[in-house]
């Protein structure tokens, strides 16, 4: 049995396993908490939430300089306090009562929480030097940035290319950053703050690198939206090569329709998973149009499946957006297809070959348009 075999064989056995896995959180026992701190803000609070997930907002007011934050929160839950004057950390709740200055970092507490200060000090020792170049530019060049980097931007001048070519250094210092802090932080429950926050950035080896049952922090309420990527991506990596699953949608006019009417009829077939309420989605449209307008003569069906659970607002946005290709909606539920898919983010493109498999399951901007002219070239 060759290498590439036995590789094949676990990559399924993994994705049956990640199938067939829930998420159970381990939710501390609810303490009492005291974080008093120091902050030059000229505002008259300072705002406490919880972060990782997000809850409610809470103020605290700011006095001679000094505010206390109290409460009473499961142990180790996350929570951020900022001074409306962009000095913003986050804190773990434990039983030691924590002193910490909002603006320069200076923090007393226990051992886990002045770890955690200190590592979030260093993303601000990297944000410090390119926030100001970041300022400096123009909403415009900052969109053209973004666009650039989603693949969108297709008049790009030499002064875009060197923005994003900063822009990129600078994403890659923070990634390198917050992967060397989950590295050093294994034994406690740091990482599962940034696995939360930046799970999506990080690529297949590495999630399998930090995905671990038997970590301190696998099982922190932060850790449902990593784990739920992480074996949608294993999910994905077993249906790539495989006959595309089947789903049923709704069609504007109140028909439903499979995905097997559209695949395995000598034709490609591009799935482009988005929502109305889902922003990326709608700034994803002027690309997404231009695809559709070279390709829908030359072989390519394109679907664009809904999850809007609110059928008015999906109607809505197919009016206000002028989507032109064929609309479909599988609202989110229990064995919809995004779960199909192991999709836990949108927009998500999916390809489809000739023959009703699936192609490819994570190619977005210039990657999805680099993949259909090599298709389309080739045939």
């Not at 770890?115 to 100001?132: A, G, S, Y």
């Not at 889902?278 to 664009?304: H, Q, W």
């Amino acid at each position: 049995m060759n290498k590439k075999t036995i590789i094949t064989i676990l990559l399924a056995l993994v994705a049956m396993a990640g199938q067939a896995q829930t998420f159970t959180p381990v939710v501390e026992d609810s303490i009492d908490f005291v974080i008093t701190g120091t902050t030059t803000s000229s505002h008259d609070s300072v705002a406490m939430f919880l972060c990782a997930p997000h809850g409610k907002i809470e103020k605290f007011p700011i006095v001679g300089g000094k505010f206390k934050v109290t409460g009473r929160q499961p142990r180790h839950t996350f929570i951020q306090i900022g001074d409306n004057a962009e000095n913003d950390l986050r804190f773990i709740v434990d039983e030691t009562p924590t002193s910490i200055n909002l603006v320069t970092g200076e923090v007393s507490g226990s051992e886990l929480q002045q770890r955690f200060v200190h590592c979030q000090m260093r993303e601000r020792d990297i944000d410090r030097v390119v926030e100001p170049w970041w300022d400096s530019l123009g909403d415009e060049e900052k969109d053209r940035i973004i666009d650039m980097r989603g693949g969108r931007l297709s008049d790009a001048t030499a002064k875009d290319s060197a923005n994003f070519l900063k822009y990129e250094d600078f994403m890659g210092d923070r990634d390198a950053l917050v992967r060397q802090i989950i590295r050093e932080n294994k034994d406690n429950v740091i990482p599962a703050y940034y696995l939360y926050v930046h799970h999506s950035n990080l690529n297949y080896e590495q999630k399998r690198e930090f995905m671990r049952e038997d970590a301190p922090y696998a099982h922190h309420p932060a850790m449902e939206r990593p784990w739920k990527a992480y074996w949608g991506m294993i999910l994905q990596m077993n249906i790539t090569g495989k006959t595309a699953p089947d789903f049923e949608a709704e069609a504007p006019d109140g028909t439903m329709h499979r995905l097997s009417e559209y695949t395995g009829h000598s034709q490609y077939v591009l799935i482009d998973f988005w929502a109305s309420w889902c922003g990326p989605c709608i700034a994803s449209f002027p690309f997404m149009k231009e695809i559709y307008a070279t390709y829908k003569d030359r072989g390519l069906v394109f679907l664009g499946v809904s999850c809007d659970k609110n059928r008015e607002a999906w109607l809505k946005a197919l009016e206000k957006h002028q989507l032109p290709w064929t609309a479909l909606r599988n609202p989110a539920r229990k064995g919809d297809a995004c779960d199909l898919y192991g999709i836990t983010g949108i927009p998500a493109v999916i390809l489809i070959d000739p023959d009703g498999k699936v192609i490819s399951t994570d190619l977005e901007g210039k990657e999805l348009k680099v993949k259909l002219e090599e298709f389309f070239n080739d045939k």
